[in-house]
């Protein structure tokens, strides 16, 4: 009888703390590495969206006459979907954007009188990641 006992194979404690040991370090360097990368995927996520904004600006654009961002989204130029974009100046949030086309030099304004004024002194953000003026 106890050389049954003896044969049978098992895991012990503490081969099974080492595998909990071991998991809990693997799990303590992905968690940060994985939220920088989401958060690192929706910073590139705002400047693609940027980017469109800006090549259908060009598009759009007959000549410097200053229009808002919604004329391109309504005008099926394109699709903004959820990203909100905002302008800020001086602390101050605006969600009417001004665009100016000069040539490929694109700016935004938050007034349409700023904009005719040309003093571009903003900084635009999609979904809360500054993309203009680039950082």
Not at 24 to 52: F, S
Not at 75 to 88: A, E, G, P, Q, W
């Amino acid at each position: 009888m106890l050389k049954l006992l003896k044969s049978k194979k098992g895991v012990t404690l503490v081969e099974l703390l080492a595998v909990v040991v071991i998991l809990g370090i693997i799990a303590a360097i992905a968690v940060p590495t994985i939220g920088g990368l989401i958060e690192r995927q929706k910073e590139n996520a705002a400047g693609a969206t940027y980017d469109t904004i800006v090549e259908a600006a060009i598009l759009y654009a007959e000549d410097d006459t200053p229009f808002q961002i919604n004329t391109l989204v309504s005008s099926d130029f394109i699709d903004l979907k959820d990203n909100l974009v905002t302008i800020t100046e001086a602390g101050t949030t605006f969600v009417n954007v001004w665009i100016v086309v000069d040539g490929n030099t694109v700016n935004f304004f938050e007034s349409e009188a700023n904009a005719l004024a040309g003093t571009p002194t903003v900084t635009l953000y999609v979904n809360g990641f500054q993309v203009y003026p680039s950082v």
